[in-house]
């Protein structure tokens, strides 16, 4: 797309033109975008055409329309969280842009809108009381998993070819997998959060660039990396190019593959699917050792701890009169850690400490981890992931561990289910270990070369 653009064949007009006419035709049917400024989008693709025009340079993304998550400011829309408890209906306008945002329009990139997400982005499936339900392309009865499920709807229906996303708990990798795409968690700090107002998940919550494949995310990878003086966790501007990694793919000698992590349930088809999957790895001339268990038990309270008193303060300038607009589903949660001390939140950090020693454990024998993604399908809209026939509230127990470790980890689509439902497989890297996690992630994605349109709409668009 960036080649056409930047030789003239199509305009940057034409192209943004065309996403917004995809937006308004089939987002109807998904509702993955809740906001939209096609006018302030129109000017900037004409902009972008004026200096080609002229000769300039116009970045490494020149004219690739996006859509941005609703949890981070792209100036002149607003910024709800997903919530209704927060503001009023109309709220006005971002007049500044995220950091990640920023930097991907200085590549050339043009924002289309924002996308739908769950109330703080607190659930693994996309809907909330201010825009409502989002729905998976692969089939609209089911969800898109979340917290960026929009983004990953978006993208798989051919709505746009870029959004961004967050992952505090796994809300890249779990809608990336769910709707047939790969998804990418950069290390804690690698895209800087910054700005004038502090991370809503501290320590937990990783942003980055979201598109169908591996190749195409790290093109967008490298222009938002990098170090910001106002993020106190950013980390400093890799060496090597990631997009130049991506284009020469490989595996380590050595790979772990663990099922279970120790402790998750999984679905039968599901795992059969990922099982499958990690034969095809072995040969490619790779070492798989199986890991039975990397984490003794699940630690879902520790991060719980974390991430509910994340949000306590987050909604704690809600006044008593809008408590009922909070979703109630969130409110559940802050049950479970209702009593927590200090003392709490502070042995929820030692957990993450000794959850991190366990992964270095694995690490000195092999270089990459390999487990299912989600241990379900998609979930039926109102339901939860279904497990060997049960529901299970908890069908993402395999994501929100190494948000706890700070781990690079990535999601390639593995297979699909007798149904047609894609299922994906998760790499994990050690501290810092982003580009084994991302060229291995490409080379997975050759090797099984099963990604495919998702069948709404019925004719995906090029590109």
Known sequence: MVRAVTSREISATEMVRASLALIERHDGALNCVVARNDEAALAAASAVDRRIAGGEAVGALAGVPFLVKDLEDAEGLPTSLGSAALGPADLPAAFRDSVQVARLKAAGAIVVGKTNTPELGHSPRTNNLRFGETRNPWDRARSPGGSSGASAAALAAGLVPLATGSDGGGSIRIPAALCGLSGFKPSLGRVPHGGTEPPAWHHLDSRGPMARTTRSIAVALDAVIGPDPTDLRSLPLPESSWAAAAAQPGLPIRIGWSPTLGYA???????????????????????????????????????????????????????????????????????????????????????????????????????????????????????????????????????????????????????????????????????????????????????????????????????
């Open 265 to 463: 349930p999984v679905d039968s088809e599901v795992l059969d699917i990922c099982t499958s999957a990690v034969k095809a790895i072995s040969g490619l001339g790779v070492e798989i050792e199986e890991v039975e268990t990397v984490f003794g038990e699940d630690p879902i309270f520790k991060w719980l701890s974390l991430t509910n008193a994340y949000d306590r303060r987050t909604l704690s300038s809600v006044v008593e009169d809008r408590r009922h607009l909070i979703d109630p589903d969130l409110l559940l949660l802050r049950e479970f850690t209702a009593t927590d001390t200090v003392t709490d939140l502070v042995r929820a950090e030692d957990e993450c400490h000794r959850l991190n020693l366990r992964l270095v454990e694995v690490f000195r024998r092999s270089q990459l981890l390999l487990c299912p993604t989600t241990a379900a399908v998609a979930p039926v809209i109102g339901s939860s992931g279904v497990i060997n026939g049960e529901e299970d509230p908890n069908w993402v127990r395999f994501t929100y561990p190494f948000n706890m470790t700070r781990s690079p980890a990535g999601t390639v689509c593995a297979g699909y289910t007798k149904a047609g439902l894609p299922v994906g497989l998760q790499l994990v890297g050690p501290q810092h270990g982003d580009l084994v996690v991302l060229r291995a992630m490409a080379a997975i994605e050759d090797a099984l070369d099963v990604m495919r349109p998702a069948p709404y709409p019925a004719k995906a668009p090029a590109g």
